[in-house]
């Protein structure tokens, strides 16, 4: 049983922009961003937590279909210049890509220690029917909950989203109109809040060693593609993609357990582009269960020729893992043993 002790947890409130931060205002009868550095005055009811909570504003607010690769190196180093103060960080961002900020995010910080959790809302805060009071109160509450010896007890990259408590690198966004807008379907909830917050304890990674500094990397390379496989698709299409100078990887989205056409011009680009050098991972369309190369003659195909297995990865998972992957590794053979291995809890195998 967990004995949360934070009361004297310090926060650090991270606004980006997207749909949460809108608030009436009643002059305009229009949407505005919210003053996020009078959080207190806006949500009095973080008050009752007795936590330091301090806010920090980007400029400009974006709405999160504008996140660049810059935004990530942005929040890490802002992480990094204020690890030591605070106990905790809450990052509140649009929806629409929080999956891939989260996914990016728990690959830049190694050895992490605290937790980073991600929010936002379907409905502005300023909204009657909001979900947006919710989705950050009880984050700021997850952010700062500690065990008896004080060590975070959630030291992970999340999300948090209508009562859940999701792995970032596990999750995607599912449903453009529900509260329930985000699912993490290989990986069960870190935590659900009910009247309580039940912390799943078993599945939550731990450091190693708790005083250890969290490395941030900030150099990713971004030079990849995604080939989303369908009935219909052309030679052309598939050439163009593939063997895009362009490209140092490629992620092949493929039908159930990692399958792609056994057609013979299909296999021939795949060799191709293998050839040429280029890194291929194979993940699933479906949003559930794992890629597994060795149970179909489809899928055996693209393992013998040396297509790499994203296991039970997010796309959001697997795109992030390639941007921090080829940053840090300027040989491909390396960057591919490290594909297939679990790093942030991104896969299971
Ligand atoms: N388009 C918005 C965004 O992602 C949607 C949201 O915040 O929910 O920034």
Not at 112 to 135: A, V, Y
Not at 269 to 296: F, P, R
Request: net charge negative.
């Amino acid at each position: 049983m967990n004995n949360p002790s934070n009361t004297k947890s310090s926060i650090l409130l991270i606004y980006t922009g997207g749909t949460i931060g809108m608030k009436e205002d009643p002059t305009a009868q229009a949407l505005k961003p919210f003053d996020f550095s009078q959080i207190l005055a806006e949500v009095p009811e973080l008050r009752k937590f007795a936590y330091k909570i301090d806010s920090h504003t980007f400029s400009p607010l974006i709405d999160s279909s504008d996140v660049e690769p810059g935004l990530w190196v942005s929040l890490a180093e802002l992480i990094e210049s204020k690890y030591d103060e605070y106990d905790g960080f809450v990052i509140l961002h649009g929806t629409d890509t929080m999956a891939y900020s989260a996914s990016v995010l728990s690959f830049m910080i190694e050895d992490l220690t605290k937790p980073i959790i991600f929010t936002g809302s379907q409905l502005p805060i300023g909204m009657p029917r909001t979900d947006g009071k919710e989705n950050l109160i009880s984050s700021v509450e997850i952010a700062a909950a500690k065990d008896i010896e004080g060590h975070a007890l959630v030291p992970e990259v999340c999300i948090y989203f209508d009562n859940m408590l999701m792995r970032g690198n596990r999750t995607t966004k599912v449903n453009s109109d529900h509260f329930r807008a985000f699912r993490s379907e290989n990986c069960p909830p870190l935590a659900e809040a009910g009247i309580s917050i039940r912390y799943n304890q078993s599945i939550i990674r731990k450091p190693e060693n708790w005083n250890v500094k969290p490395t941030f990397h900030t150099h990713l390379d971004t030079r990849v593609s995604i080939l989303k496989i369908h009935p219909g698709i052309t030679e052309g299409v598939v050439e163009h993609i593939l063997c895009s100078t362009e490209s140092r990887a490629v992620i092949i989205e493929t039908y159930g357990a990692g399958n792609a056409p056994s057609k013979d011009w299909f296999i021939s680009l795949i060799n191709k582009a293998l050839a040429n050098g280029k890194i291929l991972l194979n993940i699933t369309q479906c949003l559930a269960g794992s890629v597994n190369m060795d149970i179909y003659a489809t899928g055996k195909c693209l393992k013998n020729a040396g297509v790499c297995s994203g296991y039970d990865s997010t796309t959001e998972g697997a795109l992030a893992k390639l941007f921090y992957l080829m940053g840090i590794l300027k040989e491909n053979v390396r960057v591919k043993e490290m594909l297939e291995t679990d790093l942030r809890g991104e896969i299971s195998k």
